[in-house]
């Protein structure tokens, strides 16, 4: 393995430079909680497929934008709205626009620190990895934030053919031999890490279908797949990929307020003389997988 550290930065060249490659082992080997907040976008105000970010994005070669202080940026079903700002009141104006109010509608700006979602390269990272980054117990925040930087770093400083010729240098940096089973005993042959095979159980992905009707004759009680597990565990906020939806005798609903709200105020009618039927009832429930589990590292392994 020193031998792989020794050789790794030389594998990076010509497609990083000499800034880029320090950058890249920075992230490898990185302990500190300050080192990613410089290198993440807090969402700090949301409404329905428009978020507003605040923090250090980066630049077309992966190096945060960090010396200026936090910037906001407008994201808008997933892509870039306008440019960034670096003021809260433009800031505003710009989520208004996205979110077509012009009302100017009240809400709020939370704080990075306060903020109950994580934006690092494009994905979408519970709070947990920067309440739990020093966790004596586990390393997996510190691991999943290792992750989501180099990917952020390496999308954004390379195109597909450069990431195609770094990930063929970097597996074949070390190689070794193994036994060779299709030639007589004691043959061998030479190997290096390039991945030839991977193999996704389909039960990863969500099979979808209503929790109690299909289960007998579809899902069989895994409607989600296993998909929850490795998403996460990677750290990354489940409601980007999977948002239940309750079907009632009033009408779908999305979210568990709409159920909840209304069944305490029915609670308090039955009191008086309201019958059982006139409240509302959860009569299934079904977990609709967004488009966006296609761009996960499951959907397209899988393939």
Known sequence: MN????RLPGSLEPE??????QEFQDILSNEDLEFLKT???AVVAEYGEVQMLKGNPLDDYGIPLSDAGHVFLIIKEGEQYEE??????????????ARGSGLNSEYEILDFEDAKHYNIGGYLYTRDIIDDYYDVSTAIH????KFGMARAFLTAALDLEQLVSVYHKISSIDNYEVSDFEKSHGSTTTRNHEIRYFAVDNRLYPLGGRAYQDFQSYHRGAYSGIFHAPT??????MDTYITTTYETNQGPKTLQREIFGPTDVDLRAQASGLHGEDMIQITDRSPPASSRIFDTMIARTSW
């Open 3 to 6: 031998g792989f550290w020794r």
């Open 39 to 41: 290198r993440s976008m």
């Open 84 to 97: 960034p700002v670096t003021n809260e009141s433009e800031a505003r104006a710009l989520f208004n626009n």
């Open 232 to 237: 996460g565990l990677s750290g990354l906020d």
């Open 16 to 21: 990083l430079s000499g800034e880029q490659i």
């Open 142 to 145: 510190r691991t999943n934030a």
